[in-house]
């Protein structure tokens, strides 16, 4: 025996009820499953080095920072009130020098380490150490020349 199914006008709401079922579903799905928000973050300003990493207190000396997203910076704090830093100005064009800063020691200030933190276009970066001694800081002009060893001399 075989059975046929036969729509009737009983049946058809039947179906009609399992189509929008189906259908809701879909949207269900096509709504819940995309992200409600999308989200963008800025990068962070991050100080790699400040060089020279310290003065004598007492001092003014240039120093320059270098690090990532550094874009626009324009600020250099120090985690003492009496240690100032203002932008280097270029000598050719009298705009300021990208990553080159004028530091002030005051002659108060006593010896030790305290933090270093730029300022720019994302913010204010993460603190590297600035050493600030009572002996004056010497800098290298010119890289160490290491002495050329013959191969398998030790």
């Known amino acids: ?42 990068p962070l300003t991050r100080l790699s080095t400040v060089f020279p990493p310290g003065g ?3 001092t003014t000396f240039e120093v320059a920072v270098t690090g990532a997203d550094l874009d626009e910076t324009n ?6 009130t009496n240690i100032s830093a203002k932008p280097t100005l270029s000598e050719k064009t009298g705009e ?9 020691i005051g ?25 600030v001694g009572d002996l004056a800081e010497i800098t290298s002009p010119l890289p160490v020349q290491r002495e050329e060893r013959p191969a398998g001399a030790h």
């Open 107 to 131: 002659a108060q200030v006593p010896p030790g380490s305290y933090e270093a933190r730029v300022v720019g276009r994302f913010g204010a970066s993460n603190p590297r150490g600035f050493v």
């Open 75 to 80: 600020q250099l704090h120090f985690s003492h």
């Open 96 to 104: 300021p020098d990208p990553n080159r800063f004028q530091v002030t």
């Open 1 to 42: 025996m075989c059975s046929v199914l036969t729509v009737t006008p009983e049946s058809s709401w039947i179906k009609l009820l399992l189509r929008n079922l189906f259908v809701s579903g879909l949207v269900y799905i096509a709504i819940f499953s995309t992200p409600l928000s999308s989200q963008a973050e800025l």
């Open 56 to 58: 004598q207190a007492g």
